[in-house]
DNA sequence: CCCGATACTGTCCTTTGGTCCAATAGCGGT
DNA sequence: ACCGCTATTGGACCAAAGGACAGTATCGGG
């Protein structure tokens, strides 16, 4: 059952940095999308009657097919339903200010096969491109930090961990707890869709 | 001459890199490149001085080509080194911002190669495709908790959870728990690297 | 010799996550 | 009417995770 979301009166925020900007006010739509079958004729629909306005979709289940065609179709934001409200604003900032609000997975398979497509190689033989940005992650952290991160991102737990590297369970907790301020992720969970290329929303 | 930055006012932006609740500060680092040649060495040289820094490409000819592989290799921004200030202003807030700023021409072939390339390739035979392989595991869940599965794999919390499908978080556990008994994963994280089809060692 | 970075450990505390015991209600098939 | 599956929720309980204070020790420079 789709409805959209009107909730966001944010449409009107000036710009984040603070440096004195053009107001040039758009008008902002979020459009949000509970199943995703009818997500274009729901979008197509609600252009018609908001006209010129920026069109965000906020998806319950991010997809990047869909995305792909939505941004196609001329929608300006494309993200997960469940941003945080401070998400939202700054995806409202970023679109208010002309840009277009892409996913990060999504804008790496959009690198990724056009340049494919560019040097007529198949996508399949590009994981580097997108596994390069992964492994810069970690380059921040110290050696003892990048094997927590790497030991998270496998799936293993603090007392697991505290036990490969023969420490105790506190200092894995340490050393976590720098990695996710380094890395910025607010849980194990987040840590490990970066570490292993899938940011999450 | 800048006839590129005419159809400028376009900006593509990412979730990257954790979007702050706090400040979130973003160091900034413009490039500019004289010439074209030795681009990416210029690029690494300078990422390994200013460590984490996002780095914004002042192109005095741009160039598509040139400017995928910047972002390739984690650029944040790629624009014409003749661009006013106004419009550097402007790519300045939405780097801050956490997003990537990309010339609307390429911006435009970047979706088109794409939506062609996805078009003839089988989905089965993309790389770390997001429907194909996930779908196959969560075929034997119901559809509740499929959408369950699915949040999860995405980074959301049980409470993240309980909102977007405007439920109790105490029916989410339910869901939850189901979910690892059919899919035998342990917890959460396991069950994200299952769906993301990086299964957990 | 002090300072910063790294590594390691401790306690107290709160929040999440996960499992166990239930119960209620709808819906479709036999 | 009964059964099975699905969705929903409640309470209790315990383990894991993570933050907020700590602290000690080593090592390489200025």
Chains 1, 2 share one sequence.
């Not at 010129?52 to 906020?58: Q, S, T």
């Not at 380059?139 to 998270?152: D, S």
Request: contains cysteine; aromatic residues 4%.
């Amino acid at each position: 059952m789709p409805r959209w979301l009107e909730a966001f009166p944010q449409a009107t925020v000036s710009p984040a940095g603070g440096i004195g900007k053009k107001p040039s006010v758009r008008t902002l739509v979020w459009l949000r999308l509970d199943d995703a079958t009818s997500a274009l004729d729901q979008l197509t629909a609600l252009q018609k009657s908001v006209g010129a306005a920026a069109v965000i979709v906020l998806a319950n289940q991010p997809d990047n097919e869909q995305a792909l065609v939505l941004f196609s179709a001329g929608v300006r934001g494309y993200c997960n339903a469940h941003a945080t409200a401070a998400n939202l604003r700054q995806v409202a900032n970023v679109v208010q200010a002309g840009g277009l609000w892409i996913g990060e997975t999504l804008m790496h398979r959009l690198l990724a096969s056009s340049q494919a497509a560019l040097a007529r190689i198949p996508v399949a033989a590009l994981p580097s491109a997108v596994a390069g940005a992964s492994g810069d992650r970690l380059a921040a952290l110290t050696k003892r930090e990048q094997e927590v991160a790497r030991a998270i991102a496998n799936g293993s737990s603090n007392k697991e961990i505290a036990r490969q590297l023969d420490i105790t369970e506190r200092t894995v907790k340490a050393h976590v707890g720098a990695v996710f301020q380094k890395l910025k992720a607010r849980d194990r969970l987040h840590l490990a869709l970066m570490v292993n290329g899938q940011r999450p929303a």
